[in-house]
């Protein structure tokens, strides 16, 4: 780890979220153009929003106050339209301060933490003298995506929330000794994974607390069985020794973002799945999702586990078993997850579903890595909005079965005025036209020389072969629910050069992230949109190419490295960063955006997260007043015996009798008025 990354995280995440992916030689090899290399196609003429008188304040770059809370931002009070959350935006954070800061007049505390017992027959964490069998019923490592799905009474609920992956570094103190780091190896796959935890509150508004022994409490790790569905299911190409069937595949690894259904089930996708495994990067098929072969994984499974050495001809498949969209009841703890093909296989970041004007589930999905693509599935059936089983039994279906699109960007300046400044086009907007290509059409490969089975599972060199556009990483993308308009987060990339830099990517060497507001032009489940930039980030007081849709950049809170996306009630788009402490020296954090009227593209800092950390799964309840996030890696470059964080217990010393430790622990938080 002694190289830093070229993008925007720390060393330590590098390597064990995404195993020094960007160190190595690019995937997406193929000659796909980037806007600049693709003929300008023209729009209807947009009309600029007009914006009202804005004072001329500046923004406080204070340091947290003792307490929790911080700096106000001057002028940044709060307007109308913020529904049950009114606040007045903090101040930028410095990276060093290990505090989770909140606006005046809130309040915050962990609903769970990494090691809380899920069940009374578990024992609470022992940071010193963790099992794999303690880890397996308690709550997993970073979690990153999370959702509190509500009872009808709203005095129950269930959280639902993703593990993406292990920091060692801070879990255990260095060892050499094999039979240590076995143990060490079970306890990090036992880490891994789901938790569904039940949750109670004495009334609406009032704060969450989790349920010892809830009915529906449940923990999948990387050992728990799957059902894969969809036409790729017991293909070859999933088949190995332990299941000849290909149907039946043992865990989920790298969830990162995800989703929850209108019927209530929980997506999530599989990122990062390349560095648990050993394999030997020698087919077209590996390359496009690593390109250099390995002789050891990042977490060393392969020690106690063969199915992770995929240079094993009995596991060569094993990789193609990860990478998908997992589907997960949290009502019904005994039933069997699902991985569905339909969707295909690539780094999703996470999946989000919203019901076209046909009937139709429609899930939009970004590949997270350098260069790739931005992808949506189209169901083959429709939705039933009933409460019978027969609702439930289809609605259940729809992701089996469907078309996999990708998407191709077409913008609408002249080729000379996009040239990596960041500086508007003479148009005054970054904009432009697009189309989804599809990769498969009813539910059959369109793609030459590519059975279906091919094309779901090497996904990627689908898309290569039509022609889609490499994006600056595409991470969360959402559908506004209030206007269907979809909303991608591209976090950066840094490895964009003058020669590649296009109309939607139009920034060269791009550290900070920007954000893309889509609309369909043929409805939901249509094969063509328009789309314009409505953000590029970065800290207007440094970064001459920021863009706030317009609104005055004096007037903004400085945002970086944009991961996660959430909508309040009233449409207002949220933001969750990871990264921005690399590039603009400030806590990761939470920042609501308005999307209409005077106020579209005022960013906010609602809250930001202690050192290290990064800002995961936002879920916003404004009618009630709250809001909940996951914080990821608290602390991570630090080690056991220095520890840069403590959060959030903030002990100095381990309590293992009460599961208090003075180390940082991956936790999920609830903010609310009081």
């Known amino acids: 780890m002694a190289d830093h990354v070229r993008g925007k995280r720390s060393p330590v995440t590098c390597h064990f979220k995404c195993g020094n992916a960007c160190l190595g030689p690019e995937c997406n090899t193929s000659a796909n153009p980037h806007f600049r290399d693709i003929a300008s196609a023209a729009l209807t003429r947009r009309s600029v929003l007009g914006l009202g008188a804005a004072g001329a304040f500046g923004i406080a770059l204070a340091a947290a106050t003792p307490g929790g809370s911080a700096v106000a931002v001057p002028g940044g009070g709060a307007s109308g339209g913020q529904g049950g959350l009114a606040f007045d935006a903090i101040a930028p954070v410095p990276k060093i301060v290990d505090d989770f800061n909140v606006p005046a007049g809130y309040t915050w505390a962990p609903i769970i933490r990494w090691g809380d017992p899920l069940f009374s027959s578990v024992p609470a964490l022992d940071f010193q003298n963790q099992t794999a069998e303690a880890q397996a019923g308690q709550f997993g490592y970073n979690c990153d995506y999370i959702d509190i799905i509500a009872d009808r009474s709203g005095r129950t609920a269930v959280l639902a929330s993703n593990h993406e992956y292990v920091n060692p570094g801070i879990m255990f103190p260095p060892s050499e000794d094999a039979a240590e780091l076995d143990r060490r190896a079970a306890i990090f796959k036992a880490a891994h994974g ?35 569905t969809g036409p790729a299911a017991g293909s070859d190409f999933l088949k190995t020794a332990e299941d000849p069937e290909g149907r039946w595949i043992k865990g989920t690894l790298g969830n990162c973002a995800g989703g929850t259904t209108p019927w209530g089930t929980v997506l999530s996708g599989e990122e990062n799945f390349d560095g648990y495994f050993v394999w030997a990067a020698d087919t077209a098929g590996q390359k496009r999702y690593r390109a ?48 569905h093909t339909a969707m295909g296989r690539f780094k999703h970041e996470g999946a989000n ?75 005054g907007l970054f904009d432009g036209s697009g189309e989804w290509i599809p990769l498969t059409q009813n539910g059959e490969s369109v793609i030459p020389g590519m059975t279906t089975e091919e094309v779901l599972v090497f996904a990627r060199l689908a898309a290569d072969k039509v022609g889609a556009t490499k994006m600056d ?81 004096e007037l903004v809170s400085p945002i970086s490295c944009p991961d996660n996306v959430a909508f309040d009630s009233e449409g207002n788009l949220w933001i969750s960063t990871d990264g921005a402490p690399s590039k603009i020296g400030f806590n990761d954090g939470l920042f609501k955006v308005p999307l209409e009227g005077p106020d579209r593209g005022r960013v906010q800092q609602f809250l930001s997260v202690p050192r290290d950390g990064e800002t995961c799964g936002p879920v916003i309840h ?13 602390g991570e470059e630090g080690t056991v015996a220095a520890p840069n964080s ?12 009460t599961g208090l430790v003075a180390a940082p622990r991956p936790s999920v938080v609830q903010v609310w008025r009081g």
Not at 317 to 338: K, L, M, Y
Not at 484 to 493: C, D, E, I, W
Not at 646 to 656: A, L, S
């Open 622 to 634: 404004d009618r009630e007043g709250m809001v909940f996030v996951a914080v990821q890696h608290p």
């Open 473 to 553: 990483r595409p991470e969360d993308v959402e559908p506004n629910p209030k206007t269907g308009k979809v909303y991608l987060a591209l976090t950066n990339n840094s490895a964009r050069t003058l020669a590649t830099v296009d109309e939607a990517n139009p920034v060269t060497g791009n550290r900070n992230g920007h954000i893309i507001e889509m609309t369909e032009t043929a409805g939901q489940s249509g094969t063509t949109f328009g789309w314009s930039i409505l953000l590029l980030c970065g800290n207007p007081a440094v970064d001459t190419n920021t863009y706030f849709a317009g609104f005055p950049k």
């Open 353 to 427: 579903v919203i019901i076209a004007e046909d009937g139709r589930a429609v899930a939009y999905m970004g590949d997270d890595q350098t260069n790739d693509y931005l992808y949506k599935f189209v169901s083959k059936g429709t939705f039933d909005p009933g409460h019978t089983p027969v609702a439930r039994r289809n609605n259940l279906g729809l992701l089996s079965e469907g078309d996999l699109y990708v998407a191709k960007f077409t913008g609408n300046s002249p080729v000379a005025e996009i040239n990596g400044t960041g500086v508007l086009p003479s148009d």
């Open 292 to 339: 250099t072969p390995s002789t050891k994984s990042t977490y060393t499974f392969e020690r106690i586990d063969p199915r992770f050495n995929a240079t094993d001809p009995g596991f060569v498949n094993e990789p193609n078993r990860f990478g998908w969209i997992v589907e997960i009841d949290p009502q019904d703890p005994t039933s069997t997850p699902r991985k």
């Open 194 to 228: 789901f938790s569904v935890v039940e949750l109670r509150r004495s009334k609406i508004g009032q704060p969450w607390r989790y349920l010892v022994d809830g009915g529906r409490n449940r923990r999948i790790t990387a050992d728990t069985v799957f059902e894969a």
């Open 646 to 657: 403590y959060f959030p217990d903030y002990v100095p010393t381990h309590r293992p009798e």
